[in-house]
């Protein structure tokens, strides 16, 4: 099993930046993908961004050029550097691990809000 702790959320101004932080632990040799997605009330959950076990990477149209996904692979984390945050930016965005197969982890989730 794999367990994902997410971190970093809170309240920002229009423009601001946020870094999410999400730790995983247990059995991280099965994860092949981490991703961010994010859910705003009443919308579907939709990926943000995602990085593979080798480095690739890929983001949503909206968050292109101001968003940042990396992987630190010796402490098994996995940052999202937000900047020029948008107030349609504001959810609860959720970690997730994939498996070659699927997903096989969801964080607790932490909340984003970015209002003046």
């Known amino acids: 099993q794999v367990q994902l702790v997410e971190s970093g959320g809170g309240l920002v101004q229009p423009g601001g930046s946020l870094r999410l932080s999400c730790v995983a632990s247990g059995s991280i040799f099965d994860i092949y993908v981490m991703g961010w997605y994010r859910q705003a009330p009443g919308k579907q959950r939709e990926l943000v961004a995602s990085?593979?076990?080798?480095?690739?990477?890929n983001y949503a149209d909206s968050v292109k050029g101001r968003f940042t996904i990396s992987r630190d692979n010796a402490k098994n984390t996995v940052p999202l550097q937000m900047n020029s945050l948008k107030p349609e930016d504001t959810a609860v965005y959720y970690c997730?691990?994939?498996?070659?197969?699927?997903?096989?982890?969801w964080g607790q989730g932490t909340q984003v809000t970015v209002s003046s």
């Open positions: 997730n691990a994939a498996s070659p197969y699927g997903s096989i982890s």
């Open positions: 990085i593979t076990s080798g480095g690739r990477t």
